[in-house]
């Protein structure tokens, strides 16, 4: 992408916005993501899955996928196949964004290796949450012979990766009401050295070991906010171990786009 000039009334500043590629079938939908991601992203669109594996191919990189599901033709899913299979796709964050429920189709996209998930009908401000962060930290995800001066810095995910994160995600995830706990502790059960660690955590995920941490305590809250088990925030904090809810109220935020209470049936 290039800088742009773009000119707004009574003034004109200079902007670079990443470019993210919303491949949806439904004109309004498309529209509406538009609409919200636009003022910070150049957006691209494709009515179908093979229209956006068409458009990769001839088109630089974008920073971000959106993505339907329910789509003619070749769905969300089998696009993310595609798009997991190839050397030099695999890497670019994706967002899948559905009408249905079932976990089923929810733990598939997990399995193939989705980096979020949205479940209609969604708010903008959570949309524009999630996008903002999965580019962020994308862009901190760079190979360690790339992190020399003056080489390009590419995001990667190997399928390596993902196995070792899922089971770091498991190790946090079974400590959620372990009080102050360390991922010096994590790095002990991988048999690996803290720096370590965070040295592969950063070049994975763009996080260091405190904000990935944090990160899935967040995902467990929601998880269990939306789940309809518990009738207030608080019930939720105590079971992913968080004591001060104005911070908790932050992060969240900050997180999704919307308040914890918001998620509560």
């Given at each position: 992408d290039t800088i742009e000039e773009v000119a707004l009334p009574s003034k004109v500043y200079t902007s670079f916005r990443p470019r993210v590629l919303v491949v949806e079938d439904n004109p309004d939908l498309q529209q509406y993501i538009r609409m919200i991601l636009q003022e910070k992203y150049r957006i691209e669109t494709a009515g179908i899955g093979q229209e956006a594996l068409?458009?990769?191919t001839q088109q630089p990189t974008p920073a971000l996928i959106v993505s339907d599901i329910m789509m003619p033709v070749m769905n969300g899913l089998e696009l993310l196949q595609k798009l997991k299979q190839d050397d030099k796709l695999r890497h670019i964050p994706t967002i899948m964004l559905t009408a249905q429920q079932r976990m089923d189709v929810k733990l598939e996209a997990l399995r193939i290796g989705v980096d979020d998930y949205l479940t209609k009908p969604f708010q903008a401000a959570e949309l524009s949450a999630r996008v903002g962060n999965l580019i962020k930290n994308s862009t901190n995800r760079v190979r360690p012979e790339q992190a020399q001066?003056?080489?390009?810095l590419v995001p990667v995910m190997e399928v390596i990766d993902l196995e070792w994160l899922k089971t770091l995600e498991e190790i946090i995830s079974s400590n959620l009401t372990t009080r102050d706990y360390k991922l010096t502790s994590a790095a002990e059960e991988l048999h690996i050295s803290y720096r370590r660690l965070q040295q592969k955590l950063k070049a994975i995920t763009g996080l260091s070991p405190k904000q990935y941490q944090r990160s899935i305590r967040l995902d467990n809250a929601r998880e269990i906010l939306k789940s309809?088990?518990?009738q207030t925030v608080q019930e939720a904090m105590s079971q992913i171990g968080?004591?001060?809810q104005y911070h908790f109220?932050?992060?969240?935020?900050?997180a999704f786009g919307i308040k914890p209470i918001q998620e509560l049936k």
């Open positions: 068409e458009w990769l001066e003056g080489a390009p309809g088990e518990v968080f004591e001060n109220n932050k992060l969240y935020k900050e």
